[in-house]
């Protein structure tokens, strides 16, 4: 099972989770492993995002490595609702497969809004 970091320790996921503001999010998450493990990250996270998308308000994910031989990972995907993702998260099975990751991996999971800055990028 990874060892979860919060990115930010003044807001827990948990406390996200707990938002009730409606609108999609999107998650992002680093995983940290030494490079000898990154394939068997990758095969977690494959089962786990095969699982993820057949969940309701699932719209899509994507998968970053560094590069130059890193072993930091950046997941993000885009759901509908913090209702949907807490669902999601809160999934027995998803729970379950947790225990496949590599014990040396560190996961970071943080939910983001979209911010409007005007003549930049709009929400």
């Known amino acids: 099972m990874p060892k979860f970091v919060e990115m930010d320790p003044t807001v827990t996921l948990a406390d996200q989770m707990a938002d009730e503001a409606g609108g999609p999010v999107v998650l992002i998450n680093t995983f940290i492993v030494p490079p000898e493990d990154a394939d068997k990250l990758l095969e977690a996270w494959a089962n786990d995002a095969a699982l993820m998308k057949r969940q309701p308000?699932?719209?899509?994910?994507?998968?970053?490595?560094?590069?130059?031989?890193?072993?930091?990972?950046?997941?993000?995907?885009?759901?509908?609702?913090?209702?949907?993702?807490?669902?999601?998260?809160?999934?027995?099975?998803?729970?379950?497969?947790?225990?496949?990751?590599?014990?040396?991996?560190?996961?970071?999971?943080?939910?983001?809004?979209?911010?409007?800055v005007e003549g930049i990028c709009a929400a």
């Open 57 to 116: 308000g699932f719209i899509s994910t994507q998968l970053h490595r560094g590069i130059a031989g890193s072993g930091v990972f950046l997941n993000y995907a885009l759901w509908q609702s913090v209702a949907h993702f807490s669902a999601a998260f809160s999934n027995p099975e998803f729970q379950a497969q947790l225990g496949a990751y590599p014990e040396s991996t560190t996961a970071s999971p943080h939910l983001f809004r979209k911010v409007e």
